[in-house]
């Protein structure tokens, strides 16, 4: 019983094509995020949503595109892959409630590679 | 522009030592700051946390210290033990509007070797 869960874990892809990562959090959250840990290892917000609604949307390309079904859940689906988008990407959530929006709950991450 | 720095890419001490883990940052209206680490292959654990209206933090063998004039963070582990090899990020926050936007370090490995 995993608390936050992502697939694919490992995702390998040419350049051009379009792929999506899926997350989901059984904690009761309201609150979800994305983050790409790039080369150099910092991890970057990318987007956050609070019961479905967007409320972080970092600069981030277009080709990027998070969608929220429910608040159990935040996909991450990306068009025409670039090989700048080689990272690993993690998921997370969090209660939004002060400081406890903070204290946030990480999924394993999934290693994305663009040949 | 990285406004949360963390300088040492690495520490090695020796199993029942003092670790020290050092973070710095440029933007003053940061307000939270928070320790998280990892193990290889999982995702980020929260550590501790600390607000900038105190100084100090204490959970069990973990300490962080905020001195905001030198805008630096840093994380104690006494006594350091084999467990706690991982890499550990500083974060830092402005609470306003409780986003839960976090400015993360790149992050320091710390091996504590038995």
């Known amino acids: 019983d995993t608390a936050v869960s992502q697939t694919p874990k490992y995702l390998v892809t040419q350049m051009g094509n379009d792929k999506s990562i899926k997350c989901e959090q059984n904690l009761g959250h309201d609150t979800m995020y994305w983050y790409k840990q790039d080369s150099k290892k910092f991890l970057k917000i990318m987007f956050s949503?609070?019961?479905?609604?967007?409320?972080i949307n970092e600069t981030v390309p277009n080709r990027f595109s998070p969608k929220s079904p429910d608040k159990a859940h935040l996909n991450l689906h990306i068009n025409s892959l670039e090989l700048g988008d080689s990272a690993v990407y993690f998921c997370?959530?969090?209660?939004?409630?002060?400081?406890?929006?903070?204290?946030?709950?990480f999924g394993p991450g999934t290693r994305l590679t663009v040949t | 522009d990285q406004q949360v720095k963390q300088n040492s890419p690495s520490l090695s001490v020796q199993e029942g030592r003092i670790s020290i883990l050092n973070c710095d940052y440029t933007?003053?209206?940061?307000?939270?700051f928070l320790w998280y680490k990892k193990y290889p292959a999982e995702g980020p654990t929260f550590l501790i946390s600390i607000s900038s209206i105190k100084d100090k933090n204490e959970d069990g063998r973990f300490t962080v210290f905020l001195n905001k004039s030198a805008k630096h963070l840093s994380l104690h582990i006494v006594p350091s033990q084999p467990g706690d090899s991982a890499v550990y990020f500083c974060a830092a926050t402005r609470r306003s509007g409780n986003t839960g936007k976090l400015i993360f370090g790149q992050g320091t490995t710390l091996q504590v070797k038995p």
């Open positions: 997370a959530s969090s209660l939004r409630e002060r400081e406890r929006s903070y204290e946030q709950y």
């Open positions: 933007n003053s209206m940061f307000d939270y």
């Open positions: 949503y609070n019961n479905k609604e967007l409320i």
